[in-house]
């Protein structure tokens, strides 16, 4: 790709009339999108080149003078957008924790409560970012690869000529052919006329090579470490682990792939959580320089006024609040610790998405679950709800940073980054609040027959009820219940040690490449093998592509991955509307 990054000439406007037209648009197909990929994997890909590439095709139908500081405006709105609507993993956790008989938890939020909720937590969630720019961005100097993969695409997309045009087109046919791919597999008559042949208990687990072409952009841009350390995480958990937990008789023969996962998550989680926790522990002094380079912040070039920042925050903190108040019950005192939590845990994340290009949000969340399992014993509503809103104010600041990473690279000014970012919150929730509701009843995420498993919501539900009921004992009456209580319990255990010990001997540069990422391990026990299968073979062709033939990586790697990404996200959403309207009609 290009890496020349002239100066912005002082003349250029970055948000202009059709930027902020252009970055709506792109926000409401991004917010609209992007919950199928993360409510079917668990976790979703890169964001903002695809939001870069839709705006270098949708800017282009405006003008034919626009800029890469314009197509900035554009990708930021699609980033802001993708975090909000990643929080779907939020209101599936719900519905399935609502629709689980005897649990009391009886949260159902409507689409307008959704959008006021997400939209006030996102809002906050931006302020509280804006600080922490300087740090991480000019001070750390922190890759965050995603932004720095953004900021290339803006550069190669605002390059002119033939190039330009060549990678648009890869990019077009790699998204046509994704979303055409899916298509088909959703069609009644491909199912009912090309069965696939394989054992039943292999089918309910998930293992085989599932077609899904948006794995394999997402195994493009993960890279071949996570992928290969997603495949032994996937092996372990869905290959070697249910014949031992079914000779322990810890599932049935008949045991569903939701049954197995609420065992299988417990190492995962353990593994995640450690790993996070210390991999923070060793960078204990960064952190100290973190608060003492906010505490000696005056002034912040390019950025909101800290003023601006506080007064809006505490405004946004008090709307918060009362929302919650009014919309769950909350405690004035629930709300104020869930939003005090939310510091350092963006803190966190930000620094292990910044090294690693993972955002450990909703597993961190695991903890802020546990904490308020010990300050509210047996209240699932206070474990989920407000480590629910630890969450939505953290997430948003993760993709804010690979927006900022990408407007350092060329020169765009992070006062109005931010003004995009306010505005697109609630075109995301709004988005999201709508089509939620069209996914969950087009697919399903509650029972056997579900589509869209949602395993960050799996888990999520499964630790809320750990920390709150599994460890009263009252859970635990008989054996059986007994010894899956103590599954649970040595088996996070192993799997923190695991991590802990992962994230250590990863911390040698010479050992790195050749050590199994705690993350990628984790992640992979909690989705199906088969699209971890598809995720790796797209990590290791793209380093065959790299190795024979390095040019042509370099310039349509990336536009590629981007198209097989799109393609498939952008037909699930169009689909259930068919649905909706009776155009079309899903196999049974």
């Known amino acids: 790709m290009p890496t020349s990054t002239p100066y912005k000439p002082p003349h250029v406007r970055e948000i202009t009339p059709r930027s902020v037209t252009v970055g709506l648009l792109v926000a409401l197909v991004i917010g609209a999108s992007y919950p199928y990929v993360v409510l079917k994997f ?167 090579l599932g077609v899904s072409l948006l794995n394999i952009g997402s195994g493009i841009i993960i890279g071949l470490r996570i992928g290969a350390s997603m495949l032994l995480g996937g092996i372990i958990g869905w290959v070697i682990a249910p014949p031992w937990l079914l000779s322990q008789g810890l599932i049935a023969p008949d045991a569903r792939r939701v049954d197995i996962l609420l065992l299988i998550m417990w190492p995962a989680v353990g593994m995640l959580v450690a790993g996070g926790l210390s991999a923070l522990l060793l960078r ?89 399992g010990a300050i509210a014993p047996g209240d699932l509503r206070a474990s989920m709800v407000s480590s629910g809103t630890t969450g939505a104010v953290a997430a948003e600041s993760e993709g804010l940073m690979q927006d900022f990473r990408a407007g350092q690279m060329i020169q765009s000014t992070p006062r109005m980054l931010t003004y995009m970012q306010l505005i697109a919150v609630p075109v995301g929730a709004l988005a999201l609040a709508f089509m939620y509701p069209l996914l969950r009843d087009t697919y399903g995420v509650i029972g056997e027959n579900a589509q869209l498993l949602s395993p960050t919501s799996q888990r999520w539900v499964g630790f809320a009820k750990l920390v709150t009921t599994e460890l009263t004992g009252s859970a635990a009456s008989t054996p059986e219940a007994a010894a899956r209580v103590s599954w649970m319990i040595d088996s996070l255990l192993v799997g923190g040690a695991i991590g802990v010990a992962l994230t250590f001997l990863e911390q040698k540069e010479k050992w790195r490449p050749y050590v199994p990422s705690p993350t990628g391990m984790g992640i992979a026990m909690l989705i199906p093998v088969n699209a971890v299968t598809m995720i790796f073979l797209g990590a290791a062709s793209d380093r065959v592509w790299a190795r024979t033939s390095p040019a042509s990586h370099e310039r349509y790697s990336i536009p590629v991955a981007a198209g097989l990404i799109a393609g498939e996200a952008l037909v699930a959403v169009v689909i259930p509307i068919l649905v909706t309207i009776g155009l079309m009609q899903l196999p049974s």
């Open 42 to 208: 668990g976790f979703g890909p890169n964001i903002s080149v695809v939001s870069a590439f839709f705006g270098f095709m949708a800017l282009g139908l405006f003008s034919k003078n626009y800029n890469r500081w314009e197509n900035n405006i554009v990708q930021t709105a699609g980033t802001t957008a993708g975090q909000i609507s990643f929080l779907c993993w939020l209101l599936a956790a719900f519905d399935i924790l609502a629709a689980e008989p005897g649990s009391g938890f009886d949260v159902r939020l409507t689409p307008v409560q959704t959008f006021i909720w997400l939209s006030t937590a996102g809002v906050l969630g931006v302020l509280l970012a804006v600080p922490l720019r300087k740090h991480f961005i000019e001070d750390e100097n922190l890759p965050f690869p995603d932004g720095m993969a953004a900021g290339e695409t803006l550069i190669m997309l605002d390059s002119r000529g033939e190039q330009a045009r060549r990678s648009a087109f890869a990019m077009f046919g790699a998204l046509a052919l994704s979303g055409l791919t899916f298509l088909a597999t959703q069609l009644r008559w491909v199912v009912d006329n090309i069965p696939l042949v394989v054992n039943a208990f292999s089918a309910r687990v998930g293992l085989g």
């Open 284 to 372: 204990w002094p960064v952190l100290v320089r973190t608060f003492k380079g906010l505490a000696s912040s005056a002034s912040m070039s390019g950025d909101l006024p800290l003023r601006w920042v506080w007064s809006g925050g505490i405004v946004a903190s008090v709307l918060l609040i009362a929302v919650q108040s009014a919309f769950f019950s909350t405690p004035v005192w629930h709300s104020v610790l869930a939003i005090l939590f939310s510091i350092p845990l963006a803190l966190v994340a930000l620094r292990v998405l910044g090294e690693t290009n993972w955002g450990p949000i909703s597993t961190m969340v695991n903890v802020v679950q546990a904490i308020f």
